[in-house]
């Protein structure tokens, strides 16, 4: 069981989550702004790139956005010019990706509002559900029912059921999705008396969040120091979330802040280290680049007694564990290659590949094994949200590893 941290470190506000084997996950935010990533703007279009059928647009505060053309091909116009898409232009987008390294935000006009057990999507029908949720003959069922409702809107309407709603009432389910499309109507009903630029949906801070989109009877904690924290947690958990209000408490020792009692600054020290020692004495080499992240793993100080090939393969098996931790703690993503030491045999191979799925599977951020390439090099990709913490954590000029 894990419990979830919310104080603040250095002037952001830091979300960590501690298990048994220490801090698992960080999420640094500044404190007097949080991340972009799901709030909804009215933003005008500064130009139209043919070659990439792409726009750029402004939402404000000198921050532009990038808004793909073949992803988006209807828009919501506050005010349009006379045919396809201009400068100009002012649409209602949604950040759908934080600004990472020298990329801009990444921006959509298919607008999705989260819960804890669905969510609602406009502009992309259908139903969808969460890749963890198995059980055919519950989609089977679910589906028909949320299918029911959705053909009677008005507007054109998605539900994608998350891992959470796998396990819920049905009406629990419908009125999530009730609350949802509410808050969709009052956007959409205030959007056209709303000046440029303006912010017409704020997600929920990170340490927020991070609660909803825990799995269901994973926490059995919630600790904040601030008062100001403490205060909007309480609301979110009395309103959304009842039965998890009386996990929260309020930290008050401050001879032992909790930074210090969950140790986060250790924590984030070895999170932006390069190298990560493991029990049997390997090691991993960490490197973020421009492109991609390389991870190369190591024997070390390995001296086991048993023979090569189980050596090799007792390393290589920690190594895929301690890799799948490393990058939802340091939230790495986008493409990841991994040099594990090489190994002669075929099933070998296939053993290490088959545990990697495994402990991949369990991040609730979209994480693939792809393959392995003729160089015995992994493959895995990892869907790109938020910041990488390195760049959560340090400013602008040191944002290298």
Request: charge should be negative; proline fraction near 2%.
């Given at each position: 069981m894990d419990k979830l941290i919310v104080t603040q470190w250095r002037g952001k506000v830091c979300t960590a989550v501690s298990s048994k084997s220490g801090i698992t996950q960080i999420m640094m935010e500044p404190e007097d702004s949080s991340s972009l990533l799901n709030n909804i703007y009215i933003g005008k279009v500064q130009k139209v790139v043919g070659n990439i059928n792409a726009a750029f647009v402004d939402i404000g505060d000198g921050r532009t956005g990038y808004y793909s053309l073949d992803e988006n091909?209807?828009?919501?116009?506050?005010?349009?010019?006379?045919?396809?898409?201009?400068?100009?232009?002012?649409?209602?987008?949604?950040?759908?990706?934080?600004?990472?390294?020298?990329?801009?935000p990444v921006l959509t006009g298919k607008l999705a509002f989260t819960g804890r057990y669905c969510v609602l999507t406009v502009?992309?029908?259908?139903?969808?559900?969460?890749?963890?949720?198995g059980d055919n003959g519950y989609k089977a069922r679910i589906k028909a029912v949320l299918k029911e409702v959705l053909s009677?809107?008005?507007?054109?309407?998605?539900?994608?059921?998350?891992?959470?709603?796998?396990?819920?009432?049905?009406?629990?389910?419908?009125?999530?999705?009730?609350?949802?499309?509410?808050?969709?109507?009052?956007?959409?009903?205030?959007?056209?008396?709303?000046?440029?630029?303006?912010?017409?949906?704020?997600?929920?801070?990170?340490?927020?969040?991070?609660?909803?989109?825990?799995?269901?009877?994973?926490?059995d904690g919630?600790?904040?120091?601030?008062p100001e924290y403490h205060r909007e947690l309480?609301?979110?958990?009395?309103?959304?979330?009842?039965?998890?209000?009386?996990?929260?408490?309020?930290?008050?020792?401050?001879?032992?802040?909790?930074t210090k009692l969950y140790s986060i600054d250790t924590a984030v020290e070895r999170a932006l280290g390069k190298h990560v020692w493991l029990k049997s004495g390997g090691?991993?080499?960490?490197?973020?680049?421009?492109?991609?992240?390389?991870i190369d793993v190591n024997t070390g100080k390995y001296a086991g007694k048993k023979n090569m090939r189980e050596t090799i393969c007792r390393i290589?098996?920690?190594?895929?564990?301690?890799?799948?931790?490393?990058?939802?703690?340091?939230?790495?993503?986008?493409?990841?290659?991994?040099?594990?030491?090489?190994?002669?045999?075929?099933?070998?191979?296939e053993m290490l590949m088959r545990h990697l799925g495994e402990v991949v599977s369990k991040d609730p951020v979209k994480t693939t094994v792809v393959d392995m390439t003729r160089l015995n090099l992994v493959e895995v990709t990892r869907k790109k949200v938020r910041k990488p913490l390195y760049e959560q954590v340090l400013p602008p000029s040191d944002k290298t590893q």
């Open positions: 091909k209807e828009h919501i116009f506050v005010s349009q010019s006379t045919g396809k898409l201009k400068a100009g232009d002012e649409i209602v987008v949604q950040v759908s990706r934080d600004a990472v390294k020298t990329k801009a502009g992309k029908t259908g139903v969808g559900f969460s890749a963890k949720i009677g809107e008005e507007e054109s309407f998605g539900v994608i059921v998350r891992t959470n709603g796998a396990g819920v009432a049905d009406e629990v389910l419908l009125k999530e999705y009730e609350h949802l499309k509410g808050l969709y109507c009052k956007l959409a009903a205030e959007a056209s008396c709303r000046t440029c630029y303006s912010c017409i949906y704020r997600a929920v801070p990170g340490y927020i969040s991070a609660i909803r989109d825990s799995y269901s009877g994973t926490l919630i600790i904040t120091d601030i309480k609301a979110y958990l009395e309103q959304y979330q009842a039965e998890d209000a009386g996990k929260l408490s309020f930290y008050e020792d401050k001879l032992l802040p909790l090691y991993l080499v960490i490197e973020p680049t421009e492109a991609m992240v390389v290589n098996m920690e190594a895929a564990e301690e890799i799948g931790r490393q990058l939802r703690l340091r939230n790495l993503s986008g493409i990841i290659l991994i040099d594990f030491i090489d190994m002669e045999q075929e099933e070998d191979r």
